[in-house]
DNA sequence: GTTAGCACTCTCATCGATAGAGTGCTAATC
DNA sequence: GATTAGCACTCTATCGATGAGAGTGCTAAC
């Protein structure tokens, strides 16, 4: 049914597509590569494939555009992946060589990458899962006279930190024997089982309700509440404007207002977040208002945990090869960034 | 030269046209409002404020349109404030309520609050300056068996914190001493001032090269680099393509493509910092890009010091009046607010 | 099965005419 | 002298008609 002739046609007329957005015409295909064929024939094809549904016309006198159902055939079995350039290589690498040192700064350094050479809006979310983390002990450090510092330890090696003012009377020591006993009851609990309930219990039943369990629960509190969230990274949003498909202003409205919510976005990516790495193309998104857009999407894992995950979001018309040959490429790169970070946080 | 009748009509012209986006006819000012004065003459003294630079005239057979002398007259004398409304006051309380425990929030929500009421685009930026603080003492924690805690502690209390992985044959111990003799050396210096150069001389002189020199130099280096920055938050960049001025797709991506330039932002807020509150009217700003647009900002400041700076950024028929009140209400709340984070912490 | 040729369809840019909005000027009026 | 009614004039935006251009689909020939 869909014989080698048909799939290179139809490869030939997604390409011209991806690289000028005009419908794809019987004439250029014939013309333009040594087929063999005249225009005649890739017509008598092209109306196969269009009923096929492989093609779409935009209007009888048009010539031919993919569909989902093309895109969808091009990138699973068509595609011939596009090579990432020395100078593209060289660009990624002196972008983040000197932004390793921070992960935040690596996402985002990530972000504009990826969108300054896939020519298209990226996404880059992070997971900083703290959850997970056991309490481990806490200890508290001198300030000055009237301040001590509260320090979190979990077993990860995170340490989060608070002030504390030292209320009127009350000595560093006072707070270091509160300390074994916090210690000793929560020593293993992960941080996301201490619940305010739990903190209250212990500060009443052991210290019998004195003035310094008031404080030092404030100061746990407000730890707890510092709980590093997900972040997502945007990058190149004004690529869209580049676009044809999107000269109307109502779609890149409609885009940019969603890309606006992070709720949002996290829900859009947490959908192809399992596996490594998911293309979707135009309406097999779920999400109303990308519903012409195709999205690139990979995950990263460190320790099999997934650590963040980043996409690719443009027309359907997208140079897929590229993309996917780019995002191959950080996902390799960045696995040696952050494992070295991890690396230089151990060492 | 410019009598009270004139002022006024000014002020209607203006406000007329802020709310209607089109060009503004004698007609329509002498029929909305009871002036007393017939189109002809209202049409006469449009035409002296033309002459006078107040008004501009896309086209001889168009209404008439502010100029940017004109808006500067406007909002420098004749404005009148537009009251920020109870439904306004209630959503900026219960969207920062929550939000008061860490300070990244506060402003991301800010933005989002700033740019939902304005209608427009919002910038935020904060400060958080680490460089003035003052070196205090190091103090190395256990984690287990083969790893450890470096943690920096500064006269604002504030505790950076990195873990290091132990040496062969290293103990916590032979650390401790190592971070005495740092302590004494570094104690009340400015971290600024603390560079590569001199800890190395620290670690070569003293240690004598040995190898626990090496891992601290890398450790506290790496504290070093994570010296937070600047932050910028956008909200409600989706707003510009609802201004019929900004119909026009280039000039929308001008702007896009400009904010998503973090040091482009930062430079484009500097230049009123200083100032309590500035507006900037469209062609007074110096950065192309936004020079059809105005600009209203505030500084927050606390103890003096610029705490941050936040802006509405649309177009010069911006509803001013509205837009001032929001920032004057915002200040204050926000004023509020971060005095009781920073109580919080400390106590 | 392939191809040349041709009629047909649809879009897009261009042009001209027209309606509408608003001004500027003049002469009359308060 | 200031204000106003009236009117000619200008400029824009809109609509329909027209024609060029691109591409198809079909038929008949190879």
Redesign the pocket.
Known sequence: MLND?KRRILQLIIEEYISTA???????I?RKHEL????????????DL?DMGYLE????????VPSALGYRLYVDYLLSPEKITEREIALIQSWLRFKAQKLDEVFRTTAKILSRISKNISIVRTREEKSCQLFKYIRFLPLDACRIILVLVTDDGVAENVVINLPDGAALEDFEHIAQIINKNLSGTPLNAIKREKLDDICRNIFDNTFLSKYLFDALSSLQLQKKTDKVFLGGTANIFNQPEFKDIGKIKEILAMLEEDGLIKDILSVGEESGMQITIGSENKFSGIQNCSMVQATYRLNGQIVGTFAVLGPTRMKYGKVISVMDYLHKYLQAILSSINDINDS
């Open positions: 002739r005009e419908p794809v015409g019987s004439r250029i014939s063999g064929l005249s225009s005649a024939t890739i017509r008598n094809e092209m109306s269009e016309q935009p209007h009888t006198s048009a010539g031919r």
